[in-house]
């Protein structure tokens, strides 16, 4: 077995290292309390970080354009997507523009955008921001949560998404 350090192949060697890990996919999204106007991201990087208090984690780069309107809107709705919103998934993932054009979503109970059909979805507030890197650990408090969903998960593999098969 060939080893390499992280160091020696450089970020494409350990991005391809790390991309053999499949995680699950989600949207994150808020709106404006004043505008009105919705913002979002999708993200892989999501885990729980504890049941009591209820806490949830995600990662943003700091080239993220979106997460400082997500940020100063306070309120964020994080959908658990599934595998059939893949095509959701590539329009938060990407820059500028009305992300939201077309998406089906609704409020949750305190007005933070969740996306129809995702699995499940948690209303939450930033608790916490920790640099780390090229990125910013998020952690939030869960406030509401709801499981309604049925499907399967929307996963990202090897910088893509994909399903997941039996």
Request: net charge neutral.
């Given at each position: 077995?060939?080893?390499?350090t992280?160091?020696a ?13 499949a995680t ?7 709106q404006?309390p004043?505008t ?5 991201l ?15 984690s995600f990662c943003v ?5 979106s997460?400082?309107a997500?940020?100063?809107?306070g ?7 599934r595998?059939?919103q893949?095509e ?5 993932a990407?820059?500028g ?9 609704e ?13 499940a979805?948690l209303?939450?507030?930033?608790e916490?921001e ?8 998020v ?14 998960p ?8 994909g399903g997941f098969?039996h």
């Amino acid at each position: 077995m060939t080893q390499v350090t992280a160091l020696a192949g450089g970020t494409r060697c350990l991005r391809s290292v790390l991309g053999r890990f499949a995680t699950g996919v989600i949207a994150v999204a808020a709106q404006d309390p004043v505008t009105g106007r919705r913002s979002g991201l999708a993200a892989n990087s999501f885990s729980s970080v504890s049941l009591d208090p209820p806490l949830v984690s995600f990662c943003v780069a700091h080239t993220s354009t979106s997460w400082p309107a997500l940020r100063s809107a306070g309120l964020l709705g994080i959908s658990i997507l599934r595998a059939d919103q893949r095509e959701a998934a590539a329009r938060l993932a990407q820059r500028g523009g009305d992300k939201f054009r077309d998406l089906s979503w609704e409020g949750s109970p305190g007005g933070a955008p969740v996306l129809d059909g995702a699995l499940a979805w948690l209303e939450c507030a930033i608790e916490a921001e920790h640099p780390a890197g090229d990125h910013v650990i998020v952690v939030c408090r869960v406030l509401r949560l709801d499981a309604s969903g049925e499907g399967e998960p929307l996963l990202f593999f090897r910088g893509a998404f994909g399903g997941f098969s039996h």
